[in-house]
């Protein structure tokens, strides 16, 4: 495998690479403008065509900085750029609103960040909430009938990717080549939480894809539907997926898209095979119980 340039930190050149030459106007989203240049710095939202067809962008920035909040820099979703997230996200409901279904605009997520890295002002503010909220507003729109595509250029690690990529319906990634990393978090930080050495968990890593980063062990996880091998394949792999993504909602197989939809991909693929009996026990246990706190009537 002959690696490529990295496109780590390169979320506003991704933006060009995927969207349709000249069509992406940074700020605006429906009805709703972006004026405020200080706020939530780190996160570039806007309105571009992909292959004709009207998108909501969403990414975050790796060049940039937030002055307000030290730790926010380097692609690190903060607390304002969570918040800026999900207006865009909800800027894009109200303007579809009555819309059909075949007609809602797509998200379209362009991934590369480290984590969130929230630092004491942040925690007290509530970061939790702002990240809560952009995961809410995904899964909103997606609910909705918005097709969500994620697209991971760089990093995709911690809860910065649990709310800005795995609400979507589907997930992309740039192969192994690219450096693309795709985790939980660092096996540093991993052997401190669990208190295995280094060494061991470096060993798992190799063979399973639980503890490893990169893109093909998630692909086997079910986490990324496809791997894209080329910066230029970007655009039409993201183009299909948006494609099959309608279609699928228009039949109404919601549950073959999304976090369940993974979840039986990576089922599919061998790599998740105790997810559905654990699924299966949950059900049961739960049938045993329920009864004593929501009693039939």
Known sequence: MEMQESMMGRGRDAIEMIVDAGSFAEGTVGTEAFADPEFGPGAVVGTATVQGTLCTIIASDGGAMNEKFPVVYAGIIGLEEGYKMAEAVYASIAADAEKPLAEKRPLVLIVDTPGNGP?????????????AAYQLALAEARLKGHPIIAMVIGRAISGAFLCHGLQADAILSLDAQFGTMIHVMPLTSVSRIIRKDLETLEDLSKA???????????????????????VEGMRPAIAARIAEVRTAKAEGRQDDLGPWGRGKLGEARGGRTERPRVIALMNREFAEVAGRYAPAR
């Open 119 to 131: 630092g004491k002002v942040e925690e007290i503010f509530g970061m939790n909430k702002s990240t």
């Open 208 to 230: 399973s894809a639980v503890f490893a980063a990169g893109p093909r062990f998630f692909h086997s996880l079910g986490g990324v539907e496809a791997l894209v091998e080329t």
